[in-house]
T-cell receptor
Framework: NAGVTQTPKFQVLKTGQSMTLQCAQD?????MYWYRQDPGMGLRLIYY???????DKGEVPNGYNVSRLNKREFSLRLESAAPSQTSVYFC??????????????FGPGTRLTVL | AQSVTQLDSHVSVSEGTPVLLRCNYS??????LFWYVQHPNKGLQLLLK??????LVKGINGFEAEFKKSETSFHLTKPSAHMSDAAEYFC???????????????FGSGTQLTVLP
C-alpha cells in the first residue's frame, strides 16, 4: 500500500516550457487535490477533484490545468511555466470531500524550479 | 469563510522540555481541526484531528491538542520534546458538515520547531 505517489520528485524547467506532474493514490479515495507550498505561506489549493469526472478551481488556479484521468490518478499541467511557479507541489487525497471530516493524505511532493 | 493563524513562525525548545505550538482559527461553521507535521523534504503527516467528539485530542508521538471554542484555539502540546520532533507544524481548519460540495482545508502558515540538545 503506497498511499499517494507523485512523479517526478524534482524538475527544472525553463520559462515557457510545459510539463505534467503526475499523482496516483491506491486508497480508493474519491477526492484528490493539488497544492503548492511556498515559504511562509502554508499550502494553497490549486485545483481539486471531488470525485471522478469533476474538477474545480481552488485558491490559486491561474497558469495550471488538471485532469482526473480515473479514480486513482490526478495530473497537474503547467502549459507555459513561469518563475512564479517555482514551488513545491503536493498531491493529496481523501475519502470524500464534504464528508463528516476531511482528513487528507499527502504525497511526498515535487520540487519544481523554473528558470 | 474560515481562516487559521499560527501565532509563532518559529519555536525553539530544549530536548526534554515541553512544547507549545499555538493556533487560533475562525470559521463560519463548526470546524474540524487538524495538526499536520512536515519533516524536511517530506510530505505532510497527520498528527491528530478534532471532529467534535472529545475536546482533548491525543495524536501520534505523544502530541495532544485541546479544542477551546470560547477562545477559538487549538494549541498543540507535548510534555517532553525529542530531537526527532524538529519539523514544521501546520494547523488546519475545515468546516465540519456532512454531505454537500467538496470541502477544502485552510492551512496556517506553519510553525518551525527547533529542538536544542
Amino acid at each position: 500500500n503506497a498511499g499517494v505517489t507523485q512523479t517526478p520528485k524534482f524538475q527544472v524547467l525553463k520559462t515557457g516550457q510545459s510539463m505534467t506532474l503526475q499523482c496516483a493514490q491506491d486508497m480508493n479515495h474519491n477526492s484528490m487535490y493539488w497544492y503548492r507550498q511556498d515559504p511562509g505561506m502554508g499550502l494553497r489549493l490549486i485545483y481539486y477533484s471531488a470525485s471522478e469526472g469533476t474538477t474545480d478551481k481552488g485558491e490559486v488556479p491561474n497558469g495550471y490545468n488538471v485532469s482526473r484521468l480515473n479514480k486513482r490518478e490526478f495530473s497537474l499541467r503547467l502549459e507555459s511555466a513561469a518563475p512564479s511557479q517555482t514551488s513545491v507541489y503536493f498531491c493529496a487525497s481523501s475519502e470524500l470531500a464534504g464528508a463528516y471530516y476531511n482528513e487528507q493524505f499527502f504525497g511526498p511532493g515535487t520540487r519544481l524550479t523554473v528558470l | 469563510a474560515q481562516s487559521v493563524t499560527q501565532l509563532d513562525s518559529h519555536v525553539s525548545v530544549s530536548e526534554g522540555t515541553p512544547v507549545l505550538l499555538r493556533c487560533n482559527y475562525s470559521s463560519s461553521y463548526s470546524p474540524s481541526l487538524f495538526w499536520y507535521v512536515q519533516h524536511p523534504n517530506k510530505g505532510l503527516q497527520l498528527l491528530l484531528k478534532y471532529t467534535s467528539a472529545a475536546t482533548l485530542v491525543k495524536g501520534i508521538n505523544g502530541f495532544e491538542a485541546e479544542f477551546k471554542k470560547s477562545e477559538t484555539s487549538f494549541h498543540l502540546t507535548k510534555p517532553s520534546a525529542h530531537m526527532s520532533d524538529a519539523a514544521e507544524y501546520f494547523c488546519v481548519v475545515s468546516p465540519l458538515r456532512a454531505g454537500g460540495s467538496a470541502r477544502q482545508l485552510t492551512f496556517g502558515s506553519g510553525t518551525q520547531l527547533t529542538v536544542l540538545p
